[in-house]
């Protein structure tokens, strides 16, 4: 069974640093697209940032320069560097990972239960 888990979430002061870290377990699959959304409250879930097998990464214009993806394809995780977090920053932050079963032989989109970051003084 292929579960995605968030961790790193927590409350940070305006202008400060947080980490996210999602582990994708399970067995008979291959990663491709890994990616973080987010979703404030009352508003609809939108991309953060994604990024390839191969390392290419993709930024939503409000994140650029402060926030950064990256993975361990040996550790099947994907992690998310948020600095100069602001107010509006605050928001669930959910993983997200296309995967390749390979006894089904077909691509499927799997999330994260989200974790919640806070940004406030």
């Known amino acids: 069974q292929v579960q995605l888990v968030e961790s790193g979430g927590g409350l940070v002061q305006p202008g400060g640093s947080l980490r996210l870290s999602c582990v994708v377990s399970g067995s008979g699959f291959s990663i491709n697209l890994m990616g973080w959304y987010r979703q404030a409250p009352g508003k609809q879930r939108d991309m953060v940032a994604t990024i390839s097998t191969g390392g290419t990464t993709n930024y939503d214009d409000s994140v650029k320069g402060r926030f950064t993806i990256s993975r361990d394809n040996a550790k099947n995780t994907v992690y998310l560097q948020m600095n100069s977090l602001q107010p509006e920053d605050t928001a669930v932050y959910f993983c997200?990972?296309?995967?390749?079963?390979?006894?089904?032989?077909?691509?499927?989109?799997?999330w994260g239960k989200g974790a919640l970051v806070t940004v406030s003084s």
């Open positions: 997200n990972a296309e995967l390749f079963d390979f006894r089904l032989s077909y691509h499927r989109t799997y």
